[in-house]
């Protein structure tokens, strides 16, 4: 099972990345993936998440309506499209897979990570 996660890089606020997650080694359209983040100084927390088969999502507040995640299951990969970056966006990106079948960012339930993908909003 892999994971790796790619798009990050330094983007002005207001700007846009899209990150992606290549998935391999299991079928991605068996499985939720999620995306979390860490900030310098501060813990992993959830940022959103695709459950499998109906691809229902779930965004944690401070990125509703700026972030996107997406999947293309014949492409073993998930998207994360996001929009209005701020300066507070900056942090590294990791996908990884959950053993739940429904969308939750309860990082306990997500048994393989990413390495991650630094994002840096900044002018």
């Known amino acids: 099972v892999r994971l790796v996660a790619s798009g990050g890089g330094l983007v002005q606020p207001g700007g846009s990345l899209r990150l992606s997650c290549a998935a391999s080694?299991?079928?991605?359209?068996?499985?939720?993936i999620g995306w979390f983040r860490q900030a310098p100084g501060k813990e992993r927390e959830g940022v959103s998440c695709?459950?499998?088969?109906?691809?229902?999502?779930y965004y944690t507040d401070s990125v509703k309506g700026r972030f996107t995640i997406s999947r293309d299951d014949a492409k073993n990969t998930v998207y994360l499209q996001m929009d209005s970056l701020k300066p507070e966006d900056t942090a590294v990106y990791y996908c990884?897979?959950?053993?739940?079948?429904?969308?939750?960012?309860?990082?306990?339930?997500?048994?393989?990570w990413g390495q991650g993908t630094l994002v840096t909003v900044s002018s």
């Open positions: 080694g299991f079928t991605l359209s068996s499985y939720a």
């Open positions: 695709i459950s499998r088969r109906y691809g229902r999502t």
């Open positions: 990884a897979r959950s053993l739940a079948s429904t969308c939750s960012l309860v990082q306990e339930l997500y048994d393989y």
